[in-house]
């Protein structure tokens, strides 16, 4: 069962809560990564679903995700757990993650940090190109954060 830990910081120009109301706009961070396609708020900052869509190989993934928030430091934290299966291809997903502010001097240094679990079919394909996959979103979404928290 191919599984990483992540984890990467970021440091921009902008305030904590300026950050926090980015950040949480799910509908926009949500833009910011490829493989996500719909995004439906259930509740805010509780829960949303939300469908990953790619290619791994010769397999079309289009897995639906349940993504709960599991923890809550309005303004400062939210970590949530992000699971979710593709039938067709036999593939389950678990993403559990934090996002972290902390404030500095003229600015916040945003960190986000978590695991990763894929089990099944595309697990087939080996941890290393599912490791690419993963570094992609994370390289997507912190260009899109720095350039949307650095304007």
């Known amino acids: 069962?191919?599984?990483e830990n992540f984890e990467r910081s970021l440091t921009v120009g902008r305030s904590p809560e300026e950050c926090w109301?980015?950040?949480t706009e799910v509908g926009t961070v949500a833009g910011w990564v490829t493989v996500v396609?719909?995004?439906t708020e259930v509740e805010h900052l509780a829960a949303y679903t939300a469908v990953l869509t790619d290619q791994f190989g010769p397999f079309k993934l289009h897995a639906d995700l349940d993504i709960t928030v599991t923890d809550l430091d309005e303004g400062k934290s939210i970590s949530f757990r992000a699971k979710g299966q593709d039938r067709q291809v036999a593939t389950s997903i678990v993403v559990d993650g934090t996002l972290a502010l902390e404030p500095g001097d003229g600015g916040t240094t945003i960190h986000v940090d978590g695991k990763w679990n894929v089990i099944g079919t595309v697990a087939t394909m080996g941890s290393g190109t599912i490791r690419k996959k993963?570094?992609?979103i994370m390289e997507e979404f912190f260009t899109a954060a720095a350039a949307e928290l650095n304007a």
Do not use: F, K, R, Y
């Open 134 to 136: 993963a570094d992609t």
């Open 37 to 39: 396609g719909e995004v």
């Open 21 to 23: 109301g980015v950040l």
């Open 1 to 3: 069962m191919p599984s």
